[in-house]
């Protein structure tokens, strides 16, 4: 996922045909899956907007239709379209909550404030979210654990956020593999 202009935040992305009758999969990126029919129209990076229609839960998915979607060849044109809702539509955060959006971007930095990234993305496989940095100077991607014993600090108004501990995150030894 891409770092997102502040005026809106990708919501769900829009997966394969379901069954004959125009409906889709939605893989929602909220934390709970149904709040995505809460915001009201959904817009795409290309200018089209879609209101769902009618949802029910899938297997790790949602199966919605969407107005003006009337059959599978219509469906079919839609699979991997994110969509997005307006900022101000989403709830506020409480406390230690970060929009995924509003993390991709910020510079990585050790306890003494080197710098050792930039974060691209944020992924969650089912064990917890996983923040994916792409190192100052090399061309692979880590993946590291976004916990308080690994990111103690997050600094939005500054930025940055501070990696922990030692170790988890050798840029030397990153170089040297992507090197050979």
Same mark, same amino acid.
């Given at each position: 996922? =891409?770092?997102?202009?502040?005026?809106?935040?990708?919501?769900?992305?829009?997966?394969?045909?379901? !069954?004959?009758?125009? #409906?889709? +999969?939605?893989?929602?990126?909220?934390? %709970?899956?149904?709040?995505?029919?809460?915001? !009201?129209?959904?817009?795409?990076?290309?200018?089209?907007?879609?209101?769902? #229609?009618?949802?029910?839960?899938? +297997?790790?998915?949602? =199966?919605?239709?969407? +107005? !003006?979607?009337?059959?599978?060849?219509?469906? #079919?044109?839609?699979?991997?379209? %994110?969509?997005?809702?307006?900022? %101000?539509?989403?709830?506020?955060?409480?406390?230690?909550?970060?929009? $995924?959006? %509003?993390?991709?971007?910020?510079?990585?930095?050790?306890?003494?404030?080197?710098?050792?990234?930039?974060?691209?993305?944020? $992924?969650?496989?089912?064990?917890?979210?996983?923040?994916?940095?792409?190192?100052?100077?090399?061309?692979?991607?880590?993946?590291?654990?976004?916990?308080?014993?690994?990111?103690? =600090?997050?600094?939005?108004?500054?930025?940055?956020? =501070?990696? #922990?501990?030692?170790?988890?995150?050798?840029?030397?030894?990153?170089?040297?593999?992507? +090197?050979?």
């Amino acid at each position: 996922m =891409v770092r997102q202009d502040h005026q809106r935040v990708c919501v769900a992305r829009i997966g394969a045909a379901h !069954g004959v009758r125009g #409906e889709v +999969k939605l893989w929602p990126f909220t934390q %709970d899956p149904m709040a995505v029919t809460r915001y !009201g129209e959904l817009s795409t990076d290309d200018g089209r907007s879609f209101e769902i #229609e009618a949802v029910r839960s899938g +297997k790790d998915f949602l =199966v919605v239709r969407l +107005k !003006g979607i009337g059959d599978r060849t219509a469906a #079919e044109q839609l699979r991997n379209i %994110d969509l997005y809702v307006p900022r %101000d539509r989403l709830p506020e955060l409480a406390g230690e909550e970060y929009y $995924h959006a %509003d993390l991709i971007g910020l510079r990585v930095e050790d306890r003494n404030g080197a710098a050792l990234g930039t974060i691209t993305a944020v $992924h969650n496989f089912g064990a917890g979210d996983l923040l994916e940095i792409r190192p100052a100077g090399g061309p692979n991607t880590v993946m590291v654990p976004f916990t308080a014993d690994t990111v103690p =600090v997050i600094d939005m108004t500054g930025g940055r956020i =501070v990696l #922990e501990p030692e170790g988890v995150f050798d840029v030397d030894a990153l170089l040297v593999r992507a +090197k050979g």
